[in-house]
């Protein structure tokens, strides 16, 4: 049940406890990035075929189970096509589009271990960790296997509203609330900082950024986030997109499938050792 | 509810949107008045509720003392490996000042939070969530699997951890941790054979007390037994956004004699 030791190579990888399933994600097969090679074996996760074969979970209060763990469900390389668009149709502002275009891989916030934030995912798979408390569901918490660097974000499902706008403190995550509709969770998040990037293209948006996520559980294995993106300082209208979430595959020997330990921090070489490249020169860039 | 004060020594916190919202006494006010009094909260099937927002309930500066330990009691039991591993080690060098882990049972003054999740089955795993220092989670296996043998195990931070109720007290069995963290800000420390027995009661709405039994024959002579109390933040507090790698220049500024007007230390 060792850890498989490529993990090490494709990312900054601290070995987590259990269950050697392979992470990795997005394409599989040996891969080349920015010269260094390594091997990407994917993320295990439920096929067409078994999506449908079991039931739609629900807990003991009629809710649908979105815990998962789930792979994807939000952009990682290029949000436009990501999340379903052709080339060109995101409607940036044409600085926005210019500033996307020059931004390098290697100056990303997220390969510093600083947080994904929305509505990024990685190859590493994550859950939402739906709190039950004496009131009811109080809060939903999204976990990202990436623990420091992709934190844990906090979804008030107690019924507040977003504070009054002049009191917002602007931050990675925002100020997220979420509310059921029928069984779509929907989650409406204000309040954002502009530091985090949608994908690895750098994708930019401003403090106005506006998310409007409707997560539903289509079947047992697939997950569907309709995701309403409006940025009236980056976006020239407001835009939706579709992302689609698997249900992470257990392991064939003991049925678990479980979030790794990664501490980001660690031993962050993501970046440089992962070969990213145009470090120090500027001039290059793997895209 | 202002609470930014709270956090003043921390140069790098971002606060969360709804506690900067006017009106009332802050949080701080409101702890420096007790825990809140009342039952224990209990979820729809009976269990202890135990979700809260706790401040405490393990060491921060030094272990013995915080622990309930006489004085003296723990250096008396360290092995001379662990004696000397601590007398090499001062205040800058701690991992948790650079946003490492603290690993377990240590807390930091920052609060945190525990995730009860049932699935569609009975609740399978939960969840410790911190505020600070570092931004991660500690999970916690309910469903009521073992341990794997301890040599297919990878030393982590948090190491792996199994828990299960004993009538209203959650205990958590954890092996598996690397020999990274410190237990305390002195530098106690432990092994790779570290095994650590927490026993979390909630005693009424506003305390909870955890019973800590910990083994590491490399560096003590025999099982250390210790006692913290956790207390409830005041109804409205929530987990602050606070993310240490963004502008981390906690381990700088807490250095004793470190002076930010001219960055230098005295020693």
């Known amino acids: 049940m060792r850890r498989l030791s490529i993990i090490a190579i494709t990312v900054v990888g601290v070995a987590g406890v259990v269950y050697a399933q392979g992470r990795g994600g997005g394409n599989q097969g040996v891969q080349t990035d920015g010269g260094v090679r390594y091997i990407n074996p994917g993320s295990p996760t439920v096929s067409d075929a078994e999506a449908t074969s079991r039931p739609i979970p629900r807990l003991p209060d009629g809710r649908v189970d979105l815990t998962g763990p789930w792979i994807g469900g939000g952009s990682n390389g290029d949000i436009e096509r990501d999340g379903g668009l052709k080339p060109g149709e995101l409607p940036l502002l044409p600085w926005a589009r210019e ?99 949608f994908d690895s293209r750098g994708t930019p948006h401003t403090e106005q950024l506006h998310t409007i996520e409707r997560w539903t559980r289509i079947s047992w294995g697939r997950m569907v986030n309709e995701f309403t993106l409006d940025d009236p300082g980056a976006f020239s209208k407001p835009v939706t997109l579709k992302f689609t979430a698997r249900l992470l595959r257990p392991d064939p020997e003991t049925g678990i499938g479980d979030l790794m330990e990664f501490i980001c921090l660690e031993d962050n070489q993501y970046g440089r050792a992962g070969g990213l490249q145009g470090i120090g020169s500027g001039t290059s860039n793997q895209r | 509810m202002k609470k930014l004060f709270v956090l003043a020594l921390v140069v790098s916190i971002v606060p969360v949107l709804a506690d900067a919202q006017g009106g009332g006494p802050s949080i701080s006010t409101q702890r420096r008045k007790g825990p809140p009094e009342g039952p224990v909260p209990r979820l729809p099937d009976g269990t202890v509720d135990l979700s809260g927002v ?203 004699g470190f002076n930010p007007a001219t960055g230098e230390t005295k020693k």
């Not at chain 1, 976990?143 to 107690?158: C, F, I, S, W």
């Not at chain 2, 305390?207 to 933040?233: C, G, K, Q, Y």
């Open chain 1, 99 to 197: 500033l996307r275009d020059k931004r390098l891989a290697k100056d990303e916030p997220y390969t510093a271990c600083l947080p994904m934030s929305v509505p990024r995912v990685n190859p590493y798979p994550w859950k939402f960790a739906m709190s039950y408390t004496s009131r009811g569901l109080s809060h939903i918490y999204v976990l990202h296997e990436t623990g420091d660097a992709g934190a844990h974000r906090v979804v008030y499902m107690d019924g507040r509203k977003h504070p009054p706008k002049d009191e917002w403190v602007p931050n990675w995550w925002g100020h997220s609330i979420g509310h059921w509709e029928g069984d779509t969770l929907v989650i409406d998040t204000v309040g954002y900082n502009d530091k985090f990037w």
């Open chain 2, 54 to 256: 706790w401040v405490g309930g393990g060491p921060i500066n030094d272990i013995e003392r915080e622990g309930g330990m006489k004085p003296g009691t723990l250096d008396a039991l360290m092995t001379p490996k662990a004696k000397a591993i601590l007398a090499s080690r001062d205040v800058t060098q701690e991992p948790h000042n650079r946003c490492l882990p603290m690993g377990v049972p240590r807390v930091t003054p920052f609060p945190y939070r525990f995730v009860q999740t049932p699935t569609h089955r009975a609740a399978t795993h939960l969840f410790i969530l911190h505020e600070g220092n570092i931004h991660s989670y500690r999970q916690v296996f309910m469903d009521g699997r073992k341990h794997p043998p301890i040599e297919e195990l990878d030393p982590t931070w948090y190491g792996h951890s199994i828990g299960w109720w004993e009538k209203d007290t959650l205990v958590i069995d954890t092996i598996g941790f690397n020999d990274k963290f410190w237990f305390d800000r002195r530098g106690t420390p432990h092994s790779e054979q570290l095994h650590i027995v927490e026993r979390w009661t909630r005693t009424s709405l506003g305390t909870m007390e955890n019973r800590v039994t910990m083994t590491d024959p490399e560096m003590f002579t025999r099982p250390l037994e210790f006692v913290f109390t956790a207390t409830l933040s005041p109804p409205g507090d929530e987990l602050l956004e606070y993310i240490c790698q963004e502008n981390n220049q906690y381990g700088q500024q807490t250095i004793p």
